[in-house]
């Protein structure tokens, strides 16, 4: 039997939204940010910028920049999420593309860096690049540069794109979805065992360029939960106080 609905809005500046629903033994968690705080959200993101990289938020978006081949910048959200079921959303512009934009995971978190240096840090990614989109799958060997599964790829539209990954850990699969429609499947590595989101339109300090205009990041099912900053029973707004998410 499902419980009542629950939300609360994150201390601080964030207007990220928390959602949790308890469904017999266990519990899963919608959590939407909108970027309509001026800051970043320190409970849920960390930016790792170099060189001439920046970021800011304005009018409820994000806009992550790397201006030259020197700089480079990486969003993350800083919790490990190998283990859980989780599912990442993203709605970003690509306009701005000039190498790639990167959604996916990381074996760690870190600043941008040479490329033969964070290469072997990539696990599933979902790149955009000015021919096409494609996708990494979990290295095969920790520590090696992943490689692209065949036929993982396919034509985009410059403008705004929805990005999903769904990171199963009951499947061992991991999936990817363009603009709503499932575009590939991956194995999970068994050996993987440090998974982190980030999104970047640069990586590296030794080339590229580009920038990455993002709408919002939605972050849901029971990994979400490892995002919670105030316990579950302590939650006192009902469904009427809950926004519209996407």
């Known amino acids: 039997m ?32 909108e970027f309509d705080a001026p800051k970043l959200d320190e409970k849920l993101w960390q930016m ?62 870190m600043e941008p860096q040479i490329n033969t240096d964070i290469n072997n840090h990539w696990e599933a990614n979902f790149f955009f690049v000015p021919a096409n989109w494609y996708i990494k799958q979990d290295p095969v060997v920790i520590g090696e540069k992943p490689p692209n599964p065949p036929d ?18 009951t499947r061992g699969k991991i999936t990817f979805f363009l603009n709503g429609e499932e575009v590939g499947e ?16 640069d990586p590296y300090t030794s080339h590229y360029t580009g920038d990455v205009l993002i709408e919002y990041i939605k972050i849901s099912g029971p990994g979400a939960i490892l995002l919670a900053v105030e316990p579950v029973d302590k939650l006192a707004a009902t469904w009427g106080d809950i926004k519209r998410t996407r």
């Open 152 to 169: 993982l790829l396919g034509p985009f539209d410059i403008g705004w794109n929805t990005v999903k990954i769904d990171s199963s850990e």
């Open 48 to 109: 790792e910028a170099v060189g001439k990289a920046s970021f800011e938020i304005e009018d409820g978006i994000l806009v992550m920049s790397s201006p030259t081949v020197d700089s480079g910048i990486m969003l993350y959200s800083p919790v490990n999420f190998e283990d859980v079921d989780v599912t990442f959303e993203v709605k970003l512009e690509t306009s701005g593309l000039v190498d790639n934009i990167t959604v996916g995971f990381i074996a760690e978190v």
């Open 2 to 33: 499902m419980k009542r609905i629950n939300v609360f809005q994150l201390a601080g500046l964030s207007l990220a939204l928390f959602i949790f629903l308890a469904i017999g033994q266990s519990s899963i968690a919608i959590i939407v940010d």
């Open 186 to 201: 991956v194995d999970k590595n068994p050996d993987v065992e440090e998974r982190y989101f980030y999104i970047t339109s």
